[in-house]
């Protein structure tokens, strides 16, 4: 299908892109690499009067160390965080995630900022980011916010973001030291997951001190598996932590579709999450 008119800007810098989104207000759609926009314009799901290109604009790519945590521009692109090397060193999960999104051609042209504010919670990366106890960083006409990615998601596709911001960083508390793995089922190679499982597990002494657990495709927005959680501490055996994912599902609410019914999701989750976590923690 064609898309609709629009008008089209492509700022050079990060304050004249949130001025153009400003003077547009809610009429103006953010184009990074395109891979989520694009879809949505060609089914006419997505009006925009003004469609802003912030593909130019250079400081918002890179991965750079700030202390005990990377700080990732929006901008970068999937295949850049799989191989970079400060991600892979200090942030596996983010890396081993990002390798599953899709194929190496929507990898090289999709971006952890658009994925993020794109808040599919089909997509892998928010799940991930939610694990990771990311925070992400926006620029708006009054200056930068930083929204923690547990407040980020608000809604199906809807996130924190207002109208007039910018997602320009991602930042991601250093995990040295932790287990982990990204699990999903999909029914067919480079499809959206039908339940995807970030596990990232700390060991102590031979059981589980801290488990973080993030899903995907497990209701309205990503979710952190809580009670999983929480059962999972002092895990010290395959046994106890098949025990403890049977909670994976508890607070959820899958939809039904084409694709699964609520009750499959549920088992999937609680599938994928002991496997996921068995992986991490070394106890497979």
């Keep these: 299908m064609i898309p609709p008119t629009f008008d089209y800007t492509r700022p050079t810098s990060v304050d004249e892109a949130v001025r153009a989104l400003a003077d547009a207000g809610e009429e103006a759609k953010v184009l990074a690499g395109g891979q989520s926009l694009l879809p949505l314009l060609r089914l006419r799901l997505a009006f925009p009067e003004l469609v802003v290109d912030v593909g130019r604009i250079p400081q918002l790519r890179g991965v750079r160390e700030d202390g005990d945590t990377l700080a990732i521009g929006a901008l970068t692109t999937h295949h850049d965080v799989v191989h970079d090397p400060l991600v892979r060193r200090h942030a596996g999960l983010l890396a081993a995630a990002t390798a599953t999104v899709a194929d190496p051609a929507v990898r090289h042209r999709g971006t952890l ?32 916010r930083t929204i923690p990615a547990r407040e980020f998601f608000v809604d199906y596709l809807q996130s924190a973001l207002a109208p007039d911001e910018l997602l320009v960083e991602v930042r991601i508390p250093k995990t040295d030291g932790w287990g982990f793995h990204y699990e999903k089922f999909h ?20 059981h589980i001190a801290e488990a973080r657990i993030g899903l995907t495709n497990m209701g309205s927005t990503p979710l952190r598996a809580t009670a999983a959680e929480q059962a999972l501490t002092g895990a010290d055996s395959p046994q106890a932590v098949a025990r403890a994912a049977e909670a994976a599902a508890e607070g959820t609410r899958p939809s039904q579709d084409l694709s699964a019914s609520p ?8 599938v994928l999450t002991r496997r996921a976590v068995l992986t991490a923690g070394g106890m497979g």
């Excluded at 480079?190 to 596990?199: D, F, L, M």
């Excluded at 009750?263 to 609680?270: C, F, N, T």
């Design 113 to 144: 900022g658009g994925s993020l504010a794109h808040a599919d919670p089909a997509g892998d990366l928010p799940a991930v980011a939610l694990a990771l106890d990311a925070e992400l960083v926006v620029a708006g006409p009054g200056g930068r």
């Design 187 to 206: 029914a067919v190679a480079q499809s959206w997951a039908i339940v995807g499982v970030a596990a990232l597990v700390r060991r102590d002494d031979g």
């Design 263 to 270: 009750e499959y999701r549920e088992h999937l989750a609680r």
